[in-house]
């Protein structure tokens, strides 16, 4: 139920009951064989008790909207004056309507301050009896009359806690629906991140080395016809290449890990692309291949896959050497070259997708390179790693 509905209807309610206990307390004195009907006394109880009534039921809803901190603190000392004189006027006879004050303390005042008024409450019924009666019977009114004060303050705290539970689980429950959210926002950008790796690490470089080929043809075109045609040639073999990988790709993310080839199988087709471009590459396999979760398979095929294109376009190497081990818990691969090395790893936009890759799987990509002393790439993943 909607809080917003809800609030109004147990306000509703408890004017309701209010109003009923305060009806049963006036019929019982009217019903008391101590009732003497006397025009005055009547008239200023029934005024009495429609002041009561109205404060109690009507005017509560306006004391909400006053912000000073004595507005509930005067309404109940006003409250208490008039059930003290109704009370006074009828004998004791309509202690039932001094009930609702408790139940309202309870809600509206903190401790002690709602005890004191159950005290007060409690002391203006005994009140009228001890003047009527003396203390000889005391306890035979007075302890029965605690008892319902007693049980009323218990009962509403258990409804007033109640309705905080509602209303902090309500909270609690528009905290998740926001948390969740939010949650799809970073599914939603944590995938575009990764489809942006997928176009970069794989599509990417074959529309690079096409454009380069098509632009070395438009140069050669006129001076060196056969220059020209062997170019477009090759433009052509890499949009075949780049065909397949696209199609590789799919088939990566939408495979059943279980009837995929081995990711040692795969790597070595990966080498045998390198070997068909002049560079000797060697791949070596340690320990006991373990089962690899989709995620991790993958991202060891792309960061290999990487890695190669990488050291076919840039690093003038003659010789890589891969080294794929699988270790207790985790995978480890390693890919180095003999080529011209760098100053420093780069932070391009490759070597950030692997590393991204990797990171989101828990695992460590370490880079090593220096002028002529080639490059070396190290990947570790934990074998059941799930992307988060």
């Not at 208490?80 to 309507?97: Q, R, Y």
């Amino acid at each position: 139920m909607n809080n917003k509905t809800a609030e109004p209807r147990t306000q509703q309610f408890g004017n309701a009951a209010f109003t009923v206990v305060v009806l049963a307390g006036y019929t019982i004195w009217i019903t008391s064989a101590s009732f003497y009907f006397n025009i005055t006394n009547v008239v200023l109880m029934s005024v009495l008790g429609l002041v009561y009534l109205a404060l109690g039921t009507w005017g509560e809803r306006y004391l909400d909207r006053i912000p000073s901190p004595w507005t509930w603190p005067a309404y109940f000392i006003v409250q208490m004056v008039l059930v003290g004189v109704i009370n006074f006027l009828s004998g004791g006879t309509v202690w039932l309507i001094l009930l609702p004050l408790v139940s309202q303390a309870v809600e509206r005042l903190r401790s002690p301050w709602s005890f004191i008024v159950a005290i007060v409450v409690w002391g203006i019924q005994v009140t009228p009896n001890v003047i009527q009666n003396g203390w000889q019977n005391f306890s035979a009114f007075a302890m029965p009359l605690l008892a319902a004060v007693v049980f009323v303050a218990v009962f509403t705290q258990i409804t007033v806690n109640e309705q905080q539970a509602r209303k902090n689980l309500a909270q609690a429950n528009q905290k998740l629906r926001e948390y969740a959210a939010q949650a799809e926002e970073m599914a939603t950008i944590q995938e575009r991140n990764r489809l942006a790796r997928e176009i970069h690490d794989g599509l990417g470089h074959y529309l690079t080395a096409i454009n380069i080929q098509i632009k070395a043809a438009q140069a050669f075109i006129e001076q060196n016809p056969p220059q020209a045609k062997e170019a477009l040639e090759n433009a052509q073999t890499l949009a075949q290449e780049a065909l397949a990988d696209v199609r590789r790709s799919i088939s990566e993310l939408r495979a059943d890990p279980s009837s995929s080839s081995p990711l040692a199988e795969r790597l070595k087709n990966l080498l045998e692309e390198t070997q068909a471009a002049g560079i000797q590459a060697q791949l070596a396999v340690e320990g006991a291949p373990g089962a690899l979760s989709p995620q991790v398979d993958f991202t060891l095929y792309r960061v290999t896959q990487e890695g190669l294109t990488n050291v076919r376009k840039h690093s003038n190497a003659t010789q890589v050497e891969l080294r794929l081990a699988y270790l207790e818990r985790t995978v480890f691969l390693a890919l180095c070259d003999n080529g011209i090395g760098a100053q420093q790893a780069s932070g391009g936009f490759g070597l950030t997708g692997l590393q991204e890759r990797v990171q989101l799987l828990g695992g460590t990509f370490k880079v090593e390179t220096a002028p002529g002393q080639g490059f070396r790439m190290e990947i570790e993943i934990p074998k059941q790693a799930v992307q988060s």
